[in-house]
């Protein structure tokens, strides 16, 4: 077992936090935890299962500092030597979140690790009670090579108080080979704690290859 996350926050002042200990990535639009994400493939995941931009869990400090219409935050990661895994990196997050548009954010947000750097810019705007949508650009430059460049388009709407459907077209190109993605996923409330996710993707790639994914997910709420 690996310990995935384990974090301490404090208030330093109106509006700032600062947090210390295993925390999540702040890069991508997408959750990286199942019981937060719209559906149950990650966009860009050509090979099924891991996603090729986003990381997960860093140690680290991050500070954030929130506003009436914008905030700001610093995430410093340490990370095990590529080349000594007795000695630790450091690589830095810094996310710049505008929300002085109602019922709309816009992120950009920039990683600087030892190995890679990440551009990574999303928007999201709920047009209705019932209908939100969101855009996403990320890029990912890699010091070994095949550098990594995808964006998303994704719309989820509320058919009623029980079931909403997710829709995702993505695409991801990675060196010399691209892949195109589109994904439908709609969602049940069974009960107040118990929710149903099934989702159906089909992934075409430029080397004639085919992905097809059809996946059942049961998430329980305590």
């Given at each position: 077992?690996?310990?995935?996350?384990?974090?301490?926050?404090?208030?330093?002042?109106?509006?700032?936090s600062i947090?210390?200990?295993?925390?999540?990535?702040?890069?991508?639009?997408?959750?990286?935890?199942?019981?937060?994400?719209?559906?149950?493939?990650?966009?860009?995941?050509?090979?099924?299962?891991?996603?090729?931009?986003?990381?997960?869990?860093?140690?680290?400090?991050?500070?954030?500092?929130?506003?009436?219409?914008?905030?700001?935050?610093?995430?410093?990661?340490?990370?095990?030597?590529?080349?000594?895994?007795?000695?630790?990196?450091?690589?830095?997050?810094?996310?710049?979140?505008?929300?002085?548009?109602?019922?709309?954010?816009?992120?950009?947000?920039?990683?600087?690790?030892?190995?890679?750097?990440?551009?990574?810019?999303?928007?999201?705007?709920?047009?209705?009670?019932?209908?939100?949508?969101?855009?996403?650009?990320?890029?990912?430059?890699?010091?070994?090579?095949?550098?990594?460049?995808?964006?998303l388009l994704?719309?989820?709407?509320?058919?009623?108080?029980?079931?909403?459907?997710?829709?995702?077209?993505?695409?991801?190109?990675?060196?010399?080979?691209?892949?195109?993605?589109?994904?439908?996923?709609?969602?049940?409330?069974?009960?107040?704690?118990?929710?149903?996710?099934?989702?159906?993707?089909?992934?075409?790639?430029?080397?004639?290859?085919?992905?097809?994914?059809?996946?059942?997910?049961?998430?329980?709420?305590?």
């Amino acid at each position: 077992t690996t310990l995935e996350e384990a974090v301490v926050t404090y208030a330093a002042a109106d509006g700032l936090s600062i947090s210390a200990g295993r925390q999540l990535s702040y890069v991508g639009f997408e959750a990286y935890d199942p019981i937060n994400m719209y559906q149950i493939s990650y966009a860009y995941d050509h090979s099924g299962g891991v996603q090729d931009i986003y990381d997960a869990y860093r140690d680290g400090v991050s500070a954030t500092y929130v506003g009436d219409m914008f905030s700001v935050s610093v995430f410093a990661q340490f990370v095990e030597d590529a080349g000594d895994a007795t000695a630790e990196d450091t690589g830095f997050e810094y996310v710049f979140a505008y929300t002085g548009v109602e019922n709309t954010v816009v992120k950009a947000i920039f990683a600087d690790a030892p190995t890679y750097d990440v551009d990574n810019y999303w928007v999201s705007y709920k047009v209705s009670d019932d209908l939100s949508i969101a855009a996403e650009y990320a890029e990912k430059d890699n010091d070994t090579g095949n550098d990594i460049e995808g964006w998303l388009l994704m719309g989820d709407y509320t058919v009623n108080g029980k079931m909403s459907l997710t829709l995702r077209y993505s695409e991801e190109e990675i060196g010399t080979t691209s892949y195109e993605k589109f994904t439908i996923a709609p969602n049940y409330a069974i009960s107040d704690e118990l929710l149903g996710v099934i989702e159906y993707s089909a992934q075409d790639a430029s080397d004639n290859s085919e992905n097809d994914f059809l996946g059942i997910r049961l998430l329980y709420r305590f």
